[in-house]
């Protein structure tokens, strides 16, 4: 299922599908051959990594970013093509050997057809063991690739028809926890999952109404495999062992979605949309196998074998999704919009299990049947009706009322306790906003919610919340601008708690965002941007210690407090023909603690973050009149990572001195431009 | 639902009460983009190669008229800019109704009347250069153009961890309309474009995932903690909703206070074997 060099295969089809293309048709005359001769650019850059302190880290964060020989950057653009195939083509690449590359491919004919694909890859490293507590770990080295091709055909005016496909993929290897026999074990396990998405749509235009129909289906494929052998096991003191383990897991299934979406413009006055997004034609359909054999010592020390240890598992679901927007221009100056919306999904599984392979069927949810059945049923509605007034040609009012009903209901999940019923009605929400341009060098957008939930669902959600966003930009000059941002909101949570009666939410969330920015572009040889921001964030959620059983109960608080600072800027200087120099600087200072603590037992867990990040680029480029360039960058970064925890009495338990990091990147770029 | 639909009549019905019909302007003539070409020759030639010059749905006959209106007063004039449309003389609901006129065909913007770019005054110009040779005339690469008013956010991908892709229209749709905001459940189909092995149906799921989404747990901007989660340790974050009252006596603080909760419950996102999500 793995395929190699992805990125490197996708441009070389595509290079051959062009050149195929191309070349395909003779009936090209000789003075249009010019035409073929495409343009733009093409950049080789040779990068040196210098990097000192936590190589662990620095692949978190850069993921893996290594010194070579890159194709940093191709593009070809064929946009005057005579061909009766063709009249356009465009070839993308960049990143090819780096952590994320990406490469893109278009080519069409007007009124005709336009096909397009895509390629990308995400590198993911992690690496946290020895970092932290052991039973804390966690390692990945994975790669996610994702495909999309599109072809779309013209075949009149007010016909399209569409066809896509997707294909994702994920792959690598990744170190994964297990309890087994009460004990914890790191287990090996490879990544192996994918999918794919086939849809086919048609959209056609009659009158004043645009209708689209698509229907697509996605497969999924996943697979897990969690394997060792002669393994002890984390917990000390733990009699169990695995002298073998090998659980392997494939969920498989296809959800197919239908779409139906209706665009009309009823006279002047009224435009209406109206959206089904639904399992109308199947379902969302799942089934799972695991087979299991392993072999060690149980939490007696007592050797113990599982052979042919399995569980199946299916579901089934539906999902029904309608919207309406309606719009009315009730006088000239003033619009009512309506939104509805409202969102059903339902998915029913069931579960048999025999992972000791002993031929008897496990009771699961303890009711003394072997099978679980499970369902969860969820429906969102919502209405929202918003009145905008333009009382000025510079002026925008808005005011409005949301209101929304949410139900959930789940069973089957192992226990009364764990079965969730959840019913909020006429959850409201008032909107206002404001909009003005009263001269062209300023504008300013603002919306205030305050809503009113009448049960939240858990203890972090809100009953009672509060957004503002203010956002002014002052425009001087065509190329200069200065945005002012303010973001808040505000959360209270003292609503009966869902699963335990009797007692209820106790919580706040507060956070504020300033920002300042300032951009500029002096002119076609120089342009810079400075901005600086500040967030505060602070939550707090009332929790119950559980000290060491159901009536040894302590209340206490789950606190995060965090203020980052941040400082980022760049400029970009052609002095002359020849010469150009960027330079970039990005500062951050992220503090805060993670904090639990129960009020009785002094019980605390303090995560101090005291985090340190400096950035910055300096890079300078000759260029020669036939387009040729070469170039050199200097990269300057340092990483300082002050965070520790500490327990109730302030004594360090580790501390993140072993992730700091810093380091240099020194790159040498040629190019050409054509 | 039901409850919903009763409220939902009176709005439809005062909507039914508007008039539908409203006079039409009368007809002007047009000069032809070549009569453009031959003041705006730097113009004309840059937008041969846009995306707008190779829809099929652009009109050839009108041309530059399509978008700038009838030019035969603006010729006749001497090039008189007064007798033209200018689109920086325009208000950005004004400009985008033009763009619009057009591109109301296409799926995005069925419903642009309500869109919250439109709704909070952002005209289409603001991001769009018509004359641009970007594929979708963007007035700067992606990311970059977004900042430039979402400040704020952008800085929260400087924060020490970060979402590895910051393509903000990978995950946004700057055409969307409220309900996309008002639906959380609907993240979880936004972040399993990428995240797909998360996204599928599940025997067991974590049910906040429904009805909270993804954010309900992970910061998709940025934060100072791994795995982009809004609490590091993890157990400090599993501990807000599942206290004391709720989970079984040796889950006692005294030994699991540093330590991670999916440690064990591997299968946090959703488990087709176990109801506590304890394997894969």
Not at chain 2, 90 to 95: G, I, K, M, T, V
């Amino acid at each position: 299922m793995t395929t190699r060099h992805p990125g490197l295969g996708f441009a070389l089809t595509g290079l051959a599908l062009a050149g195929l293309l191309l070349g395909a048709d003779s009936g090209v005359r000789a003075e249009d051959e010019d035409k073929r001769s495409p343009s733009g650019s093409v950049e080789l850059v040779y990068r040196d990594v210098d990097r000192d302190g936590s190589r662990r880290k620095y692949d978190e964060d850069f993921d893996g970013l290594d010194s070579g020989v890159r194709l940093a950057n191709l593009e070809l653009d064929w946009s005057d093509l005579d061909s009766k195939l063709l009249d356009r083509a465009r070839l993308e690449l960049s990143g090819l050997g780096d952590p994320y590359r990406r490469g893109s491919f278009q080519l069409g004919r007007r009124n005709v057809y336009d096909l397009r694909a895509t390629h990308w890859q995400q590198a993911y490293l992690y690496d946290l063991f020895g970092l932290v507590n052991n039973e804390d770990g966690a390692a990945w080295d994975a790669r996610r690739r994702m495909t999309d091709l599109t072809f779309r055909a013209f075949p009149s005016e007010r016909v399209q028809l569409s066809f896509n496909y997707q294909r994702g993929e994920r792959t690598g290897n990744s170190l994964f926890m297990k309890d087994v026999e009460r004990n914890l074990f790191r287990l090996d396990t490879p990544l192996d999952a994918e999918h794919e998405l086939f849809s086919v749509a048609a959209t056609v235009e009659v009158g004043p109404v645009n209708l689209l129909f698509r229907q697509s289906r996605r497969s999924y494929d996943n697979r897990f495999r969690n394997i060792t052998e002669d393994n002890a096991g984390l917990e000390a003191g733990a009699l169990s062992r695995l002298d073998s383990y090998d659980w392997l897991q494939r969920d498989d299934g296809d959800v197919d979605l239908t779409t139906i979406r209706v665009g009309a413009g009823l006279g002047k006055r009224v435009r209406l949309a109206v959206s089904l997004i639904g399992t109308l034609l199947g379902e969302e359909q799942l089934d799972s196998r695991v087979g299991l054999d392993a072999t060690g010592l149980d939490f007696n020390g007592d050797p113990f074998s599982v052979v042919g240890g399995s569980s199946r598992s299916e579901a089934e679901g539906d999902t029904m999704l309608v919207d309406v927007d309606l719009t009315v221009k009730l006088v000239e100056a003033v619009d009512l919009h309506l939104q509805f919306r409202n969102l059903d999904r339902e998915l029913d599984g069931v579960l048999t299990r025999d992972l000791d392979g002993d031929g008897l069927e496990d009771d699961i949810d303890g009711d003394g049947v072997p099978s679980s059945d499970t369902r969860l049923d969820y429906e969102l509605s919502t209405l929202t009706a918003l009145v905008e007034a333009r009382p000025a040609r510079t002026v925008a009012l808005r005011a409005g009322y949301r209101t929304i009903d949410r139900t959930l209901d789940r069973n089957g999940f192992g226990g009364l306790l764990r079965d969730t019923e959840l019913d909020s009605d006429d959850d409201e929400t008032v909107i206002f906003g404001l909009s003005l341009r009263p001269v062209k060098w300023f504008r300013l957008n603002a919306d205030i919610e305050n809503g009113d939930i009448t049960q939240p669902f858990n203890a972090v959600a809100p009953r009672e919340t509060s957004h503002t966003r203010i956002r002014a930009a002052f425009l001087p000059q065509p190329e200069m601008r200065i945005d002012l941002g303010y973001l808040d909101f505000d959360h209270d949570n003292n609503a009966p708690d869902l699963r335990s009666p009797g007692s209820f939410y106790d919580g706040t969330a507060e956070g504020t965002t300033h920002s300042v920015a300032f951009w500029h572009k002096a002119n076609e040889n120089v342009d810079y941007m400075l901005r600086y921001a500040e967030q505060e964030i602070d939550t707090r959620v009332g929790v119950r210690f559980d000290l060491a059983g159901f009536n040894l109960a302590d209340d206490g608080d789950s606190v995060f407090q965090n203020d980052n600072t941040q400082l980022s800027a760049y400029l970009n200087y052609r002095w002359s023909e020849a010469w150009k120099i960027h330079a970039r600087y990005t500062m951050t200072e992220s503090e805060g603690h993670n904090l639990l603590f129960g009020d009785a037992s002094g019980l605390v867990n303090d995560e101090v973050i005291a985090q340190d990040y400096d950035d910055w680029e300096l890079g300078l480029t000759y260029l020669l009149p036939n387009g040729l360039y070469f170039g050199a960058d200097y990269r300057d970064f340092e990483y300082d990572d002050g965070g520790r925890r500490l327990d109730g009495l302030g004594a360090v338990l580790f501390s993140n001195d072993g992730l700091d990091y810093k380091g240099q990147i020194v790159s040498l770029r040629a190019g050409l431009t054509f | 639902m039901h409850r919903m639909f009763r409220r939902l009549l009176p709005l439809v019905a005062l909507c039914c009460a508007v008039p539908l019909a409203a006079p039409v302007g009368a007809e002007e003539e047009y000069v032809g983009s070549e009569t453009c070409a031959a003041c705006h020759d730097e113009i004309a030639a840059a937008f041969a190669r846009t995306p707008h010059a190779r829809s099929p749905y652009w009109d050839e006959e009108r041309g530059c008229e399509s978008c700038h209106g009838p030019g035969t007063a603006h010729v006749e004039e001497g090039g008189d800019p007064a007798r033209i449309v200018r689109f920086g003389e325009l208000s950005a609901r004004q400009a985008s109704e033009t763009c619009l006129s057009c591109h109301r065909k296409q799926e995005a913007h069925f419903s642009s009347m309500q869109s919250l770019h439109r709704l909070g005054d952002v005209g289409c110009n603001d991001c769009h250069d018509p004359h641009g040779s970007h594929d979708k005339l963007l007035r700067a690469e992606g990311s970059e153009l977004c900042s430039r008013c979402h400040q704020a956010i952008a800085a929260q991908f400087d924060l020490p961890r970060s979402h590895p892709i910051a393509e903000c229209a990978k995950c946004h749709n700057p055409h969307a309309t409220k309900s996309l905001r008002t639906d959380r459940s609907l993240f979880r189909d936004t972040c399993g474009d990428c995240h797909f092995d998360k996204a599928v149906p599940y025997v067991y799921s974590h049910d906040v995932v429904f009805v909270d989404g993804c954010a309900a747990c992970h910061e998709v901007h940025g934060s100072p903690n791994r795995h982009l989660l809004k609490h590091e340790p993890q157990v400090n974050l599993c501990y807000q909703c599942h206290s004391a009252s709720v989970t079984p006596g040796w889950h006692s603080v005294p030994r699991f206070l540093n330590e991670k909760c999916t440690a064990c419950h591997t299968a946090i996102h959703g488990s087709n074997t176990s109801p506590f999500f304890l394997e894969e």
